[in-house]
């Protein structure tokens, strides 16, 4: 069993700065890209940025110059730094692993694991 845990998120006011944190636990041999998405009131969810286990990172066009997505290796921990945040941030941001478990290591299958999500409300 593999859990993703996210905290950090809160109420800000637009313009301000939040930090989300996601730390994956459990039957883990390694985790490969790692990511956050967000989904607010009546839309689809959608791609926030990505990191690979190597740093490559890869963003959305609305999070860039304002998100930066970094990942702890060793704490299986992944950030995303939000400044300069706008009332349209406004979302349930989730965090997003792909995952080699001790049960999947012999067929070395990566498989989707997603947190419960955290709220990010922006006041304008």
């Known amino acids: 069993q593999v859990q993703l845990v996210e905290s950090g998120g809160g109420l800000v006011q637009a313009g301000g700065s939040l930090r989300l944190s996601c730390a994956a636990s459990g039957s883990i041999f390694s985790v490969s890209a790692m990511g956050w998405y967000r989904q607010a009131p009546g839309k689809q969810r959608e791609l926030v940025a990505t990191?690979?286990?190597?740093?490559?990172?890869n963003y959305a066009d609305f999070a860039k110059g304002r998100f930066a997505i970094s990942r702890d290796n060793a704490k299986n921990t992944v950030y995303l730094q939000m400044n300069s945040l706008k009332a349209e941030d406004t979302a349930v941001y989730y965090c997003?692993?792909?995952?080699?478990?001790?049960?999947?290591?012999?067929?070395?299958?990566?498989?989707?694991?997603w947190g419960q999500g955290t709220q990010v409300t922006v006041s304008s």
């Open positions: 997003h692993g792909d995952i080699v478990t001790f049960q999947t290591l012999g067929s070395g299958k990566k498989v989707d694991y």
């Open positions: 990191i690979t286990s190597g740093d490559s990172t």
